[in-house]
Every structure is written in structure tokens, then in C-alpha cells.
């Protein structure tokens, strides 16, 4: 779906990360003993150090020390890649023995540098366990390995006819156990809910090394505490995730999609309505373009997707889905959605295309899934991914454009475009803002906290689901009261005591 970013070690950023970041002086860096003692748990090929005796060149741990944006920049000089829950078992009782750092890794597509290392922390890569374990026709519950890649999932289970209850723009490269760490949400969210729903069981290697077998493929288990819940959006603070059993909704006999454009952002609300009402449950998707991201997708040529002279001076795009059970009943229905909206007295739209063929349907969902691939083409996005109320998505957008404009950073020279998108079934704004010539510390500071400070003011999320990771640590705050702050940090103090496991990540520094 996309390619990896690759690049060296910007000094800049390296700096600039630095001042940010805790000190782990409670953790040591990995030596050539550490190492003869990795050699001993997994074979030479599975083991890459830039220290001897391997000497990897910094290039080879690129893909490893590189998050995808190509903004977080990590200092691991060793990356292990163990086939085994229990060669993961073993790396972990002994990084905990030896005070190493761990970073689990999947897919390195995460958006918030959470999988990175900070400072000298070993990267444990989950990418060469990637076995289906078992999957059940009757039940749909998949049992497979972390490491999995999830449209690898999605082909396998496609043979049975079911689908995987996420999807997501990243699903080439992203991976289950990664998917389950940060609780993704993507673009099924609206129809199959949240990971802490679709997740049944999981395998998880705890910081001291013990495997948690939680693995189990029961729908309803109400024995005491749902321990795998923790595991679920802990972003690897708590553990590393092996094995995952989740269950798998079957495929939709028919799947459609609409795209529609409107005259004015106060007009999604009312269509959210009315496509809700029209569809009924047959909706399974409903995402929001504003009209800069919308051009900008044209540009890098994810279009024409509508007459541009029937799009005219169109604010807002909407895409929207129906998985349903019959073709022809289904797209009967959004036709009669299409023409009532376009027949209406006040209409709510200017125009919109109901996709025709496979290939059409296609087209409509690649516009809104290759946004993110055409930012990075336009520059350095800093992102934000915020739950705030419906009825402020274009709010928002507009009042950190005015602001930059009123720092006279909005131009060229700093933040050239200010563009919202994101899931509107689900209260989700991705709120993006391109820097053209790279990320600076002026234009940081103008962004945050401000932005987290208005999510605050609206009650909103400062991540609705991209995770906290490293960017957001001292932006936990505008979301989480002390009281709540408090009681995780205990949490993770009962699991990780000596804070091997992800060190700096998604907590707040003391
Ligand atoms: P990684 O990036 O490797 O890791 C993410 C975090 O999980 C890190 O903190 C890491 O330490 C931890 N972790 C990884 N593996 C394990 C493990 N086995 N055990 C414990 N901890 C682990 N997110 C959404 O929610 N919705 C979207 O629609 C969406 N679209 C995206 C589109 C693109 C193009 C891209 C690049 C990203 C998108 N994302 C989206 C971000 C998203 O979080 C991920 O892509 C995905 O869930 C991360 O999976 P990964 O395998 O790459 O994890
Ligand atoms: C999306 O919905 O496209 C993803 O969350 C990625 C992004 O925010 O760009
Ligand atoms: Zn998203």
C-alpha cells in the first residue's frame, strides 16, 4: 500500500527529542555479552546489532529506528527478531534481569512514535511470528500470531468468506499485534466497534518473562477481571502481545459506497441524519473530507472522483458505505437516498457518484485512504487525531488555520495547509497541519498546546485513536484526570516494576 520512509538520523530532531524525553538512567544499554547471550536464545540472522560482533550498519536498523512519518528518530543499536512466544520469553527474563529496555515492535506504522526507541532500549520485532494458528468457519474466531500483517489476515479468512472487523489505510504493512496495542479503529469502526469488543483472547509475555495465556476463543467469559482488556491500547508498557484470537464478522454479500459533496459543513450533521434514517443498518461506514484534504488527494491523483463543475464550491466531501445482504436491494436503496437528497427543496449536497463497479468502489474508498500517504508527499504532517463533538470538526480545523495566520506562520515558509478528515460515525477528526520544509520547534509550540487546550474546552480526546505513544505523553492531561493518571501509573508499576517495557511511552514523565 505504501512504502517505508527511509532516511538517516536528522540531527535536528534527535536534539530536539532529547530535551523531551526522560533520562532512563535506571536502564543499561545492551553490550557484547548481552549479546553472546541473545546468540543463545535465537539464531545469528534473527539478532541485528550495530555493536560486535555483528556490526550491522545504522542503515540496516533504518526500517527498525525510523517510525513512517520519518519524524521519530531511535537509538537502538539492537533489534531482535524472535519466531517463538518462548524465544520472547527468554529476551524478556533477561532484559529484565540485566535492566534493558525493551521496544515491542510490529508493523512501525504507529502515528505517535510509539514504537521507537528513546534512548538504547533493544527493539523486539514481532514480524517473523506470522502464523495463523487456527481459524473456525462456524464461529469466525481467528487464533493467529502478533506479528501477522493484517490484509495477510484479511486474504486468508477471505477463503472462508469473513472479513477482519478493522481496516485500516496502513493494513499492508500494519500488523494484529500492533493493531491490538495501539486499539485501532479505522474504517470498520462504525459497523464492528472497538477491539475491546472483537478480541477474545490474547498471549501475552509479561515484563519478568511469564507467559499470560489468555488465549481464549470464548465469546462470553465472565470469570473476574478481564485481564487482556489492559493489553488492549497498553501501546507495549505492559507487555508484549504473542497471540491474539479475535472474531471475524462474515463477509457482506454486497458492499456499496457513495460519494457525496456538500456546499457547507453545517450541512453533515443533518445528512449523517438522514443517511442514517434512509440505510438503517445497512450503513457500515460514514467519513468526512473538508475541501483542502479533498483537493489535495486531486492532486496527488486520487480523482476525479465528481464533475468538478458539479462540485463547484463544494466545503465537504462525504463517503459513505452499506454492507448489506442483497446487491440490488442495497443499491436500490442508496439510488433512492442519492435522489431524494439531490431532489429536495434545500438540497443538502451540490452532488455525489454511487459507485458502479468494483473498480469505482474501489476509487471512492482509495481517495479517502491515500490522504495520509499524499501528506507525507506534501511535507511533514503534524497530526492530530481528536475526538471533539460533530458539530465542531470544521471549528477546530478553522481556528488552528486563524491561529497560525496570526503567528504569521501560515504560508510557505511555516504550515502551508490546514486540512481536516476522519471518521464523523464516530466523532473522529484527523486534524493535520504540513509543515512544507520540515518540522520546527516554533511551529510545534504554536500548534500545542493549543490544540490539545480547545479539545479540552469541547471535552473531547486528544487521542481518539492513534494511541499516546511519545508525542503525547505531556497531552495525556487534557484528557485524563489526576485521579485517573494515578491509578495507571500503578497499574503499571504492578506489571513492570522496573519499567523495561516501553520506557517513556504513553505515561507522563515524573
Ligand atoms: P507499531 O507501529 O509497530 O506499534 C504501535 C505501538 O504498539 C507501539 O507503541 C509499539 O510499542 C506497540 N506494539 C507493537 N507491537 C506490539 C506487541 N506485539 N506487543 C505489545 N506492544 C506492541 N490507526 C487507526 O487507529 N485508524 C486508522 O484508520 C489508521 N490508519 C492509518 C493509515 C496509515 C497509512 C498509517 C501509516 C497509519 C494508520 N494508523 C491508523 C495508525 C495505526 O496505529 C497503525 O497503523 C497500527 O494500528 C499500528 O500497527 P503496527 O503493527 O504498525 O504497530
Ligand atoms: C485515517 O483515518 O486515515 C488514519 O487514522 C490515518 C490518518 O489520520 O492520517
Ligand atoms: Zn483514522
Redesign the pocket.
Known amino acids: 500500500?505504501?512504502s517505508l520512509v527511509r532516511g538517516s538520523v536528522c540531527a535536528h530532531l534527535a536534539r530536539r527529542h532529547a530535551h523531551s524525553i526522560p533520562s532512563f538512567t535506571h536502564l543499561n544499554a545492551v553490550t557484547h555479552d548481552d549479546l553472546a547471550h541473545f546468540a543463545k536464545i535465537l539464531p545469528p540472522n534473527a539478532i541485528l546489532s550495530t555493536l560486535p560482533p555483528n556490526l550491522n550498519s545504522a542503515d540496516d536498523l533504518v526500517p527498525y529506528n525510523v517510525?513512517?512519518?520519518g519524524k521519530y528518530h531511535g537509538q537502538a543499536t539492537t533489534v531482535l527478531r524472535p519466531r517463538t512466544t518462548q524465544q520472547v520469553s527468554d529476551i524478556v527474563k533477561f532484559c529484565a534481569s540485566r535492566r534493558i529496555g525493551i521496544?515491542?515492535?510490529?508493523?512501525?506504522?504507529?502515528?505517535?512514535g510509539?514504537?521507537i526507541s528513546l534512548q538504547k532500549e533493544i527493539v523486539l520485532s514481532?514480524g517473523a511470528m506470522n502464523s495463523v494458528r487456527s481459524f473456525d468457519p462456524v464461529s469466525g474466531v481467528l487464533a493467529a500470531d502478533?506479528?501477522c500483517i493484517?490484509e495477510s489476515l484479511s486474504d486468508y479468512i477471505a477463503r472462508y468468506n469473513h472479513i477482519m472487523p478493522?481496516?485500516?489505510?496502513?493494513k499492508g504493512?500494519?500488523?494484529?499485534?500492533?493493531?491490538?496495542?495501539?486499539?485501532?479503529?479505522?474504517?470498520r469502526f462504525l459497523r464492528y466497534g472497538s477491539l475491546h469488543g472483537t478480541v477474545l483472547g490474547l498471549e501475552?509475555v509479561l515484563p519478568d518473562g511469564t507467559v499470560l495465556d489468555q488465549l481464549s476463543t470464548l465469546r462470553k467469559d465472565n470469570t473476574g477481571y478481564d485481564l487482556k482488556q489492559l493489553?488492549i491500547g497498553?501501546?507495549?508498557?505492559l507487555?508484549?502481545?504473542?497471540g491474539v484470537s479475535i472474531l471475524t464478522p462474515p463477509a457482506p454479500r454486497a458492499s456499496n459506497n457513495i460519494f457525496l459533496a456538500l456546499p457547507h459543513f453545517k450541512n453533515v450533521l443533518p445528512l449523517f441524519q438522514t443517511v442514517k434514517r434512509q440505510l438503517g443498518e445497512i450503513l457500515s461506514a460514514f467519513e468526512y473530507i473538508d475541501r483542502t484534504a479533498y483537493d489535495m488527494g486531486l492532486e496527488h491523483g486520487l480523482g476525479p472522483i465528481l464533475n468538478p463543475d458539479e462540485v463547484g464550491d463544494a466545503q465537504c466531501f462525504v463517503l459513505a458505505e452499506t454492507s448489506g445482504g442483497n446487491h440490488d436491494h442495497d443499491s436500490e436503496k442508496l439510488n433512492n437516498l442519492l435522489e431524494s437528497l439531490m431532489s429536495a427543496d434545500e438540497p443538502l449536497i451540490y452532488t455525489g457518484t454511487l459507485s458502479q463497479s468494483p473498480g469505482q468502489f474501489a476509487s471512492l474508498w482509495a481517495l479517502r485512504?491515500g490522504l495520509?500517504?499524499c501528506l507525507q508527499k506534501e511535507g511533514k504532517p503534524y497530526k492530530y487525531?481528536l475526538s471533539v463533538p460533530l458539530a465542531e470538526f470544521q471549528n477546530v480545523v478553522d481556528a488552528v488555520r486563524a491561529r497560525l495566520i496570526s503567528k504569521g506562520l501560515y504560508g510557505d515558509h511555516g504550515i502551508t495547509k490546514v486540512m481536516g478528515y476522519g471518521?464523523v460515525g464516530d466523532g473522529n477528526l484527523h486534524l493535520n497541519a504540513i509543515a512544507k520544509y520540515g518540522y520546527r520547534p516554533e511551529l510545534e509550540a504554536a500548534l500545542e498546546p493549543f490544540i490539545y487546550e480547545l479539545v479540552a474546552s469541547h471535552k473531547g480526546s486528544v487521542s481518539?485513536?492513534?494511541?499516546i505513544?511519545s508525542m503525547k505523553t505531556s497531552a495525556l492531561r487534557y484528557s485524563k484526570n489526576d485521579v485517573s493518571i494515578e491509578w495507571m501509573r500503578k497499574i503499571k508499576h504492578v506489571f513492570d516494576p522496573l519499567n523495561i517495557m516501553?520506557p517513556g511511552?504513553?505515561l507522563p514523565s515524573v
Open positions: 500500500m505504501f517510525d513512517w512519518m521496544v515491542p515492535q510490529c508493523g512501525n506504522t504507529g502515528l505517535v510509539g514504537s514481532l502478533a506479528g493484517l478493522l481496516d485500516l489505510g496502513a504493512s500494519c500488523q494484529i499485534g500492533g493493531n491490538i496495542s495501539t486499539n485501532a479503529g479505522g474504517l501475552v493489553f497498553a501501546e507495549g508498557t507487555g508484549v502481545i504473542t485512504e495520509t500517504e487525531d471518521h481518539a485513536e492513534h494511541g505513544g516501553n511511552k504513553v
